[in-house]
């Protein structure tokens, strides 16, 4: 078909449900745009051969009035183009603008240069994975100037501000490897923002979460403990720097002594960080409130000694350097 | 009369003379020359990135986004923009009312040196640390640059300034340098155009000149009004930059509308509906900046309700359109090289007419609004629409401006070539776009696709053609003098008077005789 060679020399692969959308308004204009062009530069070309001077002093016919009916024709015909290039593609738009509910959410964060995508368990990669069939729902931010996600096989192009959230959403049809590019110049690093987007079977797609999933593949425990921190939101009343929020600061606290508000002295060590994160309120050093959230059933025990083994490489009485800090990897 | 010895080329103050003159015609040429300057500098940064485009090794990118930026910036503030009004506009505007010269004669010699002193602050720039920021200098990269964008910013500063004292005194010269007896509507359709630019050129200029230095003051500051807010600075930017870089096809109509009058010995078709369509026009031109921030962080019902105004332009382009082809329909059309410039402004203006389509369809325009394809609709107006309409203007009143007779067929050759090589050169990047190619960074997809390479092949005919087609014009100063006042038999005042014009253009003041009498 005509039609289907036009939309393969233009358009990459189609492989989202959004493809209909841009792919068929644009294959329609295209037809009605070329006609137009060729009506009028043919038009044109043609009158400047057959009418060419004949003799050195022949003049042009008297300009009559214009043939309402030739010039009316000629008008609606552009604004019906006009209207009809908006109409089209109007569907599209509104499709792309507003997510199914449900759909699999994403955070990315753009920044120069590069893409954090990070899924709803806390992981977070460098290239955009999603799985086939399932509508996939992205909410971007900026860390500093604007940039733009563009994935073209999924017919997205989206914006993105700083200060300013953006969304977009797509359903991938296909899987495999597609381009994933920055759309919008960032600066001197623009083309480090290229990267992919990786389509899964929905099987696959669960397989391969399970898999990057597992936070202690790859890290030291002390290592895990630190991520955990900034996962599970340790760091919003908790410092690492030994200056006090809602919560004590973690800095020298393993292996030190402190008093409870009940009076009693307590020394942090394995048992009662256990204790602290999975019942918090039960001892509460002075000077603080009882009001963290218990994180019982949040994290598991193996979770609770990377954590563990993280405050130890924080604190002057944690052990020795070489038993706890992080190995080389 | 010797109107050798009486011309305004034929003075013997040498370059004093020239720096010094308020003559309407001199100042024309030196802005022929400035913005030819201008652009060769302009296309040389284009090499860079052609290039780079063909796998070209050991252009670092920040190497590569500097000559982008300075080649964006030469090409669409210093030619795209000013080329048609400073070159032709001053040349003609004066010839065609009757005038001995513009009204504000040192305005215009302030008008070309700003332009210059703009011009040089940019090279300049070049010397001292250039930026790369991109054309549209987004006001977050702006503040980040290590470059020397001050120098930038005054070089720009500068230059608004410049375009808007050319429209102020295109706006004055209309309303009181007409020939006695000389109403609005007896005006030839390029006067009219000319007048509707001024308006453009003053709003644009003056708004350009005053935001290019809020930038600035947002970048020392570090935050300031644009640090702070980048879709306020998009909004500025585009609400001058797409009526003078979009709207560039206005007063290239008016010279492809006069053209096509003149080699066809007929009345404009339609003159009253052209005029008014060009009113349509320089009104949509401040409606429609909303369309070049679809997909740019714009809000979706703001980019609809831009797109859907953006389609009324669609009637005003189409009445202009009409009236060119009623007006070579049973003309006497002249058989030379300059027909060749005007059919290939029919060809690739109205490619950027209708690649507007795409863009105003929603959501074919969010995909694309950020590609190559976008970009590439700039190419078309600067290398089609701007170029086509200069170079066709230049083969019509070169023998007017300086009574030589250049070689036709070496135009035509060189028009053909123009023609053929430019479409060769930007449909592979609207393809390109279409595939995704973010915008301007086409020089850095990885090879070979066969696209970049047809691209090349066209960029190569192009320089061939446009080298053939400057170099034809150039040599003919030395070449024959023409020895006809009026070869075209035009009807307009401005083929009334010796060949080329004397100092005050007429030796006796014309009157008007009513428009277009063969």
């Not at chain 1, 030739?70 to 604004?79: D, I, N, R």
């Not at chain 1, 606290?253 to 394995?270: C, H, S």
């Not at chain 2, 809020?214 to 500051?221: G, V």
Request: net charge negative.
């Amino acid at each position: 078909m005509i039609g289907s060679a036009i939309l393969a020399t233009w358009f990459p692969e189609a492989a989202s449900t959004h493809a209909a959308g841009v792919d068929e308004p644009f294959y329609w204009i295209y037809i009605a745009a070329v006609l137009a062009l060729f009506l009028f530069v043919g038009l044109g070309g043609t009158y400047l051969w057959i009418f060419r001077r004949q003799d050195r002093n022949q003049l042009g016919a008297v300009t009559g009035r214009l043939n309402p009916i030739f010039l009316g024709l000629w008008v609606l015909g552009a604004l019906g183009l006009g209207i009809f290039a908006f109409v089209a593609g109007f569907p599209g738009f509104m499709d792309q603008n507003e997510a199914p509910y449900g759909a699999y959410g994403i955070d990315v964060t753009a920044r120069q240069w590069g893409w954090d995508f990070t899924y709803p368990n806390g992981h977070v990669a460098d290239t955009l994975h999603v799985a086939m069939g399932h509508p996939v729902h992205l909410t971007l931010n900026s860390e500093d100037v604007e940039h733009g996600l563009s994935i073209p096989a999924m017919r997205v192009n989206q914006a993105i501000v700083p200060d300013e959230q953006s969304e977009i959403w797509f359903e991938a049809t296909e899987p495999g490897a597609y381009q994933l590019r920055g759309s919008i110049f960032d600066g001197d690093g623009f083309i480090d923002m290229n990267s992919a987007l990786i389509v899964h079977e929905p099987a696959d797609f669960v397989a391969w979460m399970d898999e990057v999933s597992d936070i202690f593949k790859g890290r030291t425990m002390p290592e895990v403990g630190e991520l955990l921190y900034t996962r599970l939101g340790c760091m919003a009343c908790h410092t690492t720097t030994g200056h006090k929020l809602v919560g004590p600061s973690f800095l020298d606290m393993y292996g030190f002594e402190f008093d409870t508000v009940e009076g009693k002295r307590i020394t942090v060590d394995d048992a009662y960080i256990r204790e602290s994160i999975l019942d918090p309120n039960v001892s509460v050093i002075a000077g603080y409130q009882p009001v963290m959230t218990p994180f019982a059933g949040l994290v598991t025990d193996q979770e609770i000694e990377a954590i563990t083994a993280w405050l130890k490489t924080l604190s002057s009485k944690g052990g020795t350097d070489e038993a706890t800090a992080p190995e080389e990897n | 009369m010797n109107a050798a010895t009486d011309s305004y080329l034929a003075g013997k103050g040498g370059l004093t003379e020239w720096f010094t003159s308020t003559d309407h015609k001199k100042i024309s040429l030196m802005f022929l020359g400035w913005t030819s300057f201008a652009f060769l500098l302009g296309a040389i940064f284009g090499l860079f990135l052609i290039v780079k485009s063909l796998g070209g090794r050991g252009l670092e990118p920040r190497f590569v986004f500097q000559a982008l930026t300075y080649h964006r910036l030469l090409m669409v503030f210093l030619f795209l923009v000013p080329a048609v009004p400073s070159v032709l506009g001053f040349f003609l505007l004066p010839l065609q009312l009757g005038a001995s010269n513009m009204a504000l004669p040192g305005l215009s010699r302030c008008s070309l040196r700003f332009y210059v002193i703009g011009l040089v602050l940019i090279i300049a720039s070049l010397v001292g640390g250039p930026i790369a920021t991109g054309w549209n200098m987004a006001s977050p990269l702006v503040v980040a640059e290590t470059g020397l964008f001050a120098l930038v910013a005054f070089g720009l500063f500068f230059v608004g300034l410049s375009w808007f004292m050319t429209g102020i005194n295109f706006l004055v010269t209309v309303h009181h340098h007409r020939a006695p007896g000389m109403g609005f509507f007896d005006m030839p359709i390029l006067a009219w155009a000319l007048y509707l630019t001024g308006y453009l050129l003053v709003a644009v200029g003056s708004l350009f000149a005053i935001v290019i230095l809020y930038l600035t003051a947002s970048r020392i500051s570090g935050e300031g009004l644009f640090g702070a807010d980048p879709m306020l600075w998009k909004n500025y930017f585009w609400f001058v930059t797409t009526p003078a870089a979009f709207f560039a096809l206005l007063p290239a109509a008016g010279v492809i509308s006069e053209i096509i009058a003149g080699i066809s010995r007929k009345t404009v078709a339609g003159y009253r509906m052209v005029v008014g369509s060009m009113i349509a026009l320089l009104g949509l031109s401040f409606l429609g900046w909303g369309v070049n921030l679809a997909g740019q962080g714009q809000d979706p019902i703001t980019t609809l309700v831009f797109q859907a105004l953006s389609i009324l332009t669609v009637v005003p382009v189409a009445l202009i359109a009409y009236s060119w082809l009623a007006t070579l329909f049973q003309g006497a059309v002249a058989r030379d090289s300059v027909v060749v410039f005007v059919f290939a402004f029919m060809v690739n203006a109205g490619i950027a007419v209708i690649m507007g389509l795409f863009l105003t369809s929603p959501s074919v325009g969010a995909y694309l609004g950020t590609t190559m394809f976008a970009a590439t609709r700039l190419d078309y107006l600067i290398w089609g629409g701007a170029l086509s309409a200069l170079l066709a203007g230049l083969h019509y009143w070169w023998p007017k401006m300086t009574g030589k007779e250049y070689l036709q067929d070496v135009a035509r050759i060189g028009g053909v070539l123009y023609l053929v090589g430019i479409n060769l050169a930007l449909i592979p990047n609207l393809i390109l776009g279409v595939r995704g190619v973010t915008g301007d960074m086409a020089a850095f997809e990885p090879g070979p696709s066969g696209l970049a390479e047809l691209a090349g092949l066209g960029w190569l005919i192009v320089y061939s053609g446009i080298i053939l087609v400057a170099g034809n014009l150039f040599a003919s100063t030395w070449g024959k003098a023409t020895d006809e006042v009026n070869p075209w038999g035009a009807a307009t005042l401005e083929w009334k008077t010796s060949t080329p014009p004397p100092e005050g253009n007429f030796a006796e003041a014309p009157e008007a005789e009513g428009l277009y009498r063969y």
